[in-house]
């Protein structure tokens, strides 16, 4: 904490040792204490009028504030006035009463510079929030500060503290924030990072929060600087899904986990973009409940399990497996590290045709011609270029490559972007660039179905080694992923 004492009571006498120290002529001082003022012993600084009324109402000494060490002060401009305390401040002003500053507070609302700073002078004490009995909150002439465990002292003020209220505050969705209002890399909008997202402004859209999965996907374009450009609107759920519009175009948030993006393309940029196929949902946590939770009281389990896993991972070898007896080292290698498959494997992996519609070939055909028609239909409609990115939920894909790609299904996910033009049938011009990506925690949980496997007893059998060995602590789960090359078409649909 800044001390803004500048008076030279406050310079002859700033520690309680001293006072405690010339404690006698600080006594014999009490006797020239101003009319309206009280001095607390055995410090000599008089705290006056509707500071010592606040003072002494709070419990003087014994408050949070503990002892004074200043005489009151004339604040900057002949504003107001403040005494400072060991635990805190007082301020005051005609417009606002007197109220005490302290702690993370005194240290935030210092930051704006104080009383001179937009945030000006205190209106209410500190306010403990019910949404947890700890957390608190103060209320300033320009705007807010508040306070939790988890996130600190942060300011909030104007249209986004408007928003952000009318969007539950604290007990709503987007909960503490986390950052005071930061100017946007433009110069004009301004945001406010929250615990459950961000809230927007800009002084053409006004203010609207962010969230969730829907930030996630519209940070991958680059947030309020990148294609989309700032929220217009505030998001919508319906039946289908959930969906926003943004300066440049609308993301739309399926039930089914698809995710749609719709964009207008600005004149002279209809190109795509290659990060624009690594939309995807996120991938999912690894699971490690059940990791070192056996025993090996005599000492054989351990052991045996080591021997069970030397002799899957030679018959992996002998059989050329190469992906399978890979991931099944790394997963008795015991770091838990992320495994990231090669781009070779999944594009070999994403030929497969084996297994009919949860077939990988026939998810990206599915999800290739779901977007080229919806940006044709877009297209027609509008009579103008139309954009749109269509990202599939993560979706079981089954194959027979690798005993079945490395011991067990693995969940797939593709995005297709696609630029059409107006036409007639047989006749638009549309480009695409797709790409796959592929996601499996790999804890052998999921059983190879016998009757599939290229060899029924070595799978299950290293299945149940596998899972012994995790719970035995030798063995520790990861997250398998991995993305596929991008691929590009144009042509006359």
């Given at each position: ?62 408050s949070?504030?503990l ?23 007082i ?63 942060h300011?909030?003020q ?18 503490f ?32 929060p ?52 719709v ?26 409940s ?164 290229s ?26 992923y ?12």
């Amino acid at each position: 904490m800044q001390d803004k004492t500048t008076s030279t009571a406050t310079a002859a006498s700033t520690t309680l040792d001293s006072d405690v120290a010339s404690a006698p002529q600080a006594l014999a001082a009490t006797a020239a204490v101003a009319a309206g003022c009280q001095v607390y012993p055995p410090t000599s600084f008089q705290v006056c009028g509707a500071i010592r009324d606040k003072y002494n109402q709070m419990g003087g000494p014994t408050s949070f504030l503990l002892l004074p060490k200043s005489n009151e002060l004339t604040n900057p401009g002949n504003t107001g006035k403040r005494s400072e305390f060991i635990g805190g401040n007082i301020y005051w002003s005609s417009a606002t009463g007197a109220h005490p500053v302290a702690h993370e507070f005194l240290f935030k609302w210092g930051d704006h510079g104080y009383e001179t700073g937009f945030l000006k002078y205190p209106k209410t004490d500190e306010i403990v929030l019910t949404v947890d009995g700890i957390s608190r909150r103060q209320e300033f002439q320009g705007g807010h500060i508040y306070w939790s465990p988890a996130t600190g002292a942060h300011s909030i003020q104007g249209l986004i503290y408007d928003k952000w209220k009318a969007f539950g505050a604290e007990t709503g969705v987007l909960k503490f924030p986390t950052s005071d209002e930061i100017v946007a890399p433009d110069g004009k909008g301004r945001f406010t990072n929250f615990q459950g997202g961000a809230i927007y402004w800009h002084p053409s859209t006004g203010a609207h929060p962010v969230v969730g999965a829907m930030r996630e996907i519209w940070g991958v374009f680059g947030y309020e600087a990148g294609q989309y450009g700032y929220p217009v609107e505030d998001a919508v759920t319906d039946a289908n899904g959930t969906h926003q519009k943004f300066q440049r175009g609308t993301l739309r948030l399926y039930g089914g986990g698809f995710i749609e993006g719709v964009r207008v393309p600005v004149a002279g940029d209809e190109e795509i973009y290659g990060f624009e196929t690594e939309i995807r949902p996120g991938y999912p946590a690894v699971d490690l409940s059940e990791y070192r939770t056996q025993r090996d009281t005599t000492g054989d389990l351990i052991p045996a399990n080591q021997l069970g896993a030397s002799t899957i991972a030679a018959y992996f070898e002998a059989q050329g497996y190469s992906v399978s007896g890979d991931l099944f080292s790394w997963y008795y290698g015991n770091t838990g590290a992320d495994h990231r498959l090669s781009t070779s494997t999944v594009d070999q992996w994403m030929l497969d045709n084996s297994k009919g519609a949860s077939s990988p070939i026939q998810i990206l055909a599915e999800n290739r011609d779901q977007t080229v028609a919806l940006a044709i239909n877009r297209a027609d409609a509008t009579k103008e270029v139309a954009k749109i990115g269509l990202s599939t939920p993560w979706k079981i894909a089954h194959g027979s490559e690798d005993l079945h790609y490395a011991m067990g299904d693995f969940s797939l996910s593709c995005t297709t972007v696609v630029v059409a033009y107006p036409g007639t049938a047989g006749n638009h011009r549309v480009r695409l660039l797709q790409q796959a990506h592929v996601v499996d925690v790999y804890d052998f949980r999921q059983i190879v179905r016998g009757d599939e496997a290229s060899s029924g007893v070595y799978p299950d059998t290293a299945n149940n080694i596998a899972y012994r060995g995790m719970t035995l602590g030798i063995a520790k789960p990861f997250l398998d992923y991995g993305s596929g090359s991008k691929v590009a078409w144009e042509g006359l649909r």
